[in-house]
């Protein structure tokens, strides 16, 4: 075999750069309907990275306990888990195909634990409500993977770095939560984007070590002490910033597509990493 036969078969296989990872803080659900700044860096997140294979996402709104489990519904519908909401975002329909063949390799490339097939899960609206606007026509293959709730937070930053091939087989690992995210504390009046002095400085705090690599110290959740405890009366909204900082390769670059606020009490920050 000569050099040009062995071009023109190379030039047949699919070519596929490693896949971006990306955090989104994915705040109200009300999102999904919303024409604001944060959508509108939605809309330029799809438009300026490869179209991907598929998209896993790893949302805080799919909480298991004890197990790890993946999507394999080959049509997830959209799953409206909230309530007290304006009609109209009862009528959102968010459902591209899932990605049965894809998820299947989630199960073949982790290691350490068993991860089991799931059925009948749909999409949770911490992925419709921002996928919506990252890719409005709905035509990528999308699954969900779960989060261990009753596994700390080291746990999940590790678990990570096994799904890290996945990147390089085309698959967009999206994750969906906030990195300061206290309901209890939310501010229903006056300057919503104006953050309380506590949430900004949990932010800030994160931010400093994503811009230090200091990215282990992200999982030890703990040693925030009385701040993160503020932060995150449940740190639910934490964990899913964890998978996309465990995927982090060395020199890879962590730019940030949004940083707001909203209601005082949540954190809007989002990241591309790659």
């Not at 993977?145 to 596994?151: A, L």
Request: hydrophobic residues 35%.
């Amino acid at each position: 075999m000569n050099l040009q036969d062995l071009k023109n078969i190379s030039d047949g296989f699919s070519k596929s750069e490693r896949m971006p990872t990306i955090f989104i803080g994915h705040g109200s659900p009300m999102n999904a309907l919303a024409d604001n700044n944060f959508t509108d860096s939605l809309h330029t997140l799809g438009k300026s990275i490869e179209r991907p294979r598929a998209i896993l996402v790893i949302s805080a709104h799919w909480l298991t306990m004890n197990k790890t489990y993946v999507s394999v519904n080959p049509s997830p519908q959209t799953i409206y888990d909230f309530g007290g909401f304006p009609k109209e975002l009862y009528e959102v329909k968010y459902e591209p195909k899932g990605a049965p063949e894809v998820a299947r390799e989630v199960i073949n490339e982790v290691k350490s634990i068993g991860i089991i097939e799931e059925h009948k899960m749909g999409l949770d609206h911490g992925a419709w409500s921002v996928l919506r606007h990252i890719y409005p026509e709905a035509n990528i293959p999308t699954f969900q993977m779960s989060i261990d709730f009753s596994k700390p937070p080291q746990f999940h930053f590790e678990l990570a770095k096994e799904l890290q091939n996945l990147r390089n087989k085309g698959v967009l690992i999206l994750t969906s939560g906030n990195i300061v995210h206290n309901l209890r504390q939310i501010n229903w009046h006056g300057d919503s984007s104006k953050p309380f002095d506590w949430a900004l400085e949990f932010d800030t705090l994160v931010k400093n070590k994503l811009d230090n690599r200091q990215l282990a110290d992200l999982a030890d959740f703990k040693s925030f002490g009385a701040l993160g405890q503020i932060a995150h009366p449940s740190y639910d909204h934490y964990l899913p910033m964890l998978y996309t900082v465990g995927l982090v390769n060395t020199n890879e670059p962590i730019k940030y597509t949004y940083e707001g606020f909203d209601m005082g009490s949540i954190s809007m920050r989002c990241f591309q990493v790659g």
